[in-house]
């Protein structure tokens, strides 16, 4: 089941794989409709470009968009694929 989710993925990596600095493109959110209705409110969809700019391996992880900065838990944040930009 995990090798033919990763290869739907075409190797995308979640967002704890970026290292802080890193301009991360979006590109699939495997969760549930609920949580996937929060991450649209906050700006995290399909698409999205968006800046880690803490991710120090524990803790959660921050991100930049549009000009804000928002709190991922790591749960969260492993269930987001995307691409450095």
């Known amino acids: 089941m995990l090798n033919k989710m990763k290869s739907a993925l075409g190797g995308k990596k979640s967002l704890i794989d970026f290292k802080e600095g890193d301009k991360v493109r979006i590109k699939c959110v495997s969760c ?7 991450l649209i409110d906050l700006g995290l969809f399909d698409g999205a470009e968006v800046e880690v700019t803490k991710n120090d391996k524990f803790g959660p992880l921050i991100l930049k968009i ?15 694929y995307g691409e450095k930009i």
């Open 32 to 38: 549930g409709i609920n949580f996937k209705r929060r």
């Open 66 to 80: 549009f000009n804000s900065k928002i709190a991922l838990g790591r749960g969260q944040a492993t269930k987001i």
